[in-house]
């Protein structure tokens, strides 16, 4: 029993953290002057906070010393500033990833 | 609904497919070796629909831990779902019934796709940003589904393939960053990430990050404000 419980804990708090801010900032009619600044902002930074994320676990220390993400990122980020397209940038360095931790490093 | 809107809507959450699939296999696949089974993975995969939300879930099952700990470390590591709500408040203001729907399914990948993408021709942007929450959504519990009845009967590697998820957030950056003469924000969003990960450790750094970006985008809008007075 005590197992449900924790999955339905940790299910109401992740839906605390995505209903929380319309809660608290979606109520009046108009939303406030820095909630519309921040919304117009935050994606940007929330972009390179996610892609940072993303390497939370990465060993920057230790053998391969996070080569294989980051030229898998120089790939992905090259091709899509090179042809525009999503797909193309994530399936080929994806692809491209996979090699380097399956076959070289 | 048009046809042809519908396939752009599926188009543009091709590679969240792909990495939910995978992400949302190895969660199955490490849920069944706790011995827990597909009820487990399909409710989970239902109600929390959280990446790294259910990954550690799984460990708090495996180490039973404490009802407090479970809600602390699950808002840890969940906490940047609030940004993601500030910046969409005003999007999905009036989205009416399927509001909730909506917020309940926003994750990192539906957010970063319905910020950056513009709705096909004929498709409202909250009919848009339904759709990719749907979509994402059964992409999601099929994964975790899949992953708990398959389990590591797989034959072939796929190692690396979580990488489709970070290559994601990359070219959605790229995009930004074309798109946009203000790299300020950008730039902020990633060097108090780099700074707080170093200084407060993968566990607890997000929300330090959080803090400190939104102090400085509401500061730098002061003085941006200030330089356009002057």
């Given at each position: 029993m005590h197992n449900v419980w924790i999955v339905v804990v940790a299910a109401l708090v992740t839906m605390a953290t995505r209903f929380l801010p319309f809660i608290i900032f979606g109520r009046g009619k108009?939303?406030?002057?820095?909630?519309?600044y921040l919304g117009k902002v935050l994606p940007y930074a929330i972009m390179g906070m996610l892609v940072v994320y993303c390497m939370k676990d990465v060993a920057f220390l230790a053998y391969p010393y996070g080569i294989p993400e980051l030229l898998g990122c120089v790939v992905v980020a090259a091709l899509q500033l090179w042809k525009r397209s999503s797909l193309l940038s994530i399936g080929v360095g994806t692809v491209f990833y996979m090699v380097l931790v399956q076959l070289v490093f | 609904m048009k046809k042809q809107a519908l396939k752009t809507v599926f188009r543009d959450t091709l590679p969240v497919l792909t990495g939910y699939l995978f992400l949302g296999g190895g969660f199955g696949i490490l849920l069944s070796e706790k011995g827990y089974g597909i009820f487990w993975a399909f409710f989970m995969g239902l109600f929390m629909f959280a990446g790294s939300g259910q990954y550690l879930a799984v460990s708090l099952l495996a180490s039973q831990a404490s009802l407090i700990s479970t809600a602390i470390a699950t808002l840890l590591v969940n906490a940047r779902h609030l940004f993601y709500g500030i910046s969409l408040v005003d999007t999905y203001r009036d989205a009416g019934r399927k509001k909730p729907y909506m917020i309940f399914a926003l994750t990192d990948e539906t957010y970063s796709l319905v910020t950056q993408n513009q709705p096909p021709e004929g498709m409202g942007r909250?009919?848009?940003?339904f759709w990719v929450s749907l979509l994402d959504h059964i992409y999601w519990v099929c994964g975790c589904?899949?992953?708990?009845?398959?389990?590591?009967?797989?034959?072939?590697?796929?190692?690396?393939?979580?990488?489709?998820?970070?290559?994601?957030?990359?070219?959605?950056?790229?995009?930004q960053w074309i798109s946009n003469t203000n790299h300020r924000p950008?730039?902020?969003?990633?060097?108090?990430?780099?700074?707080c990960l170093m200084i407060f450790g993968s566990q607890i750094f997000l929300i330090p990050s959080m803090a400190l970006i939104a102090v400085l985008l509401t500061v730098s809008r002061k003085t941006a404000r200030?330089?356009?007075h002057a």
């Open positions: 108009k939303t406030p002057d820095i909630i519309l | 909250q009919s848009y940003c589904v899949l992953g708990n009845i398959l389990g590591s009967t797989l034959p072939m590697r796929f190692d690396g393939v979580e990488f489709v998820l970070t290559a994601l957030f990359v070219t959605m950056f790229v995009e950008a730039v902020i969003g990633v060097c108090s990430t780099v700074l200030r330089d356009l």
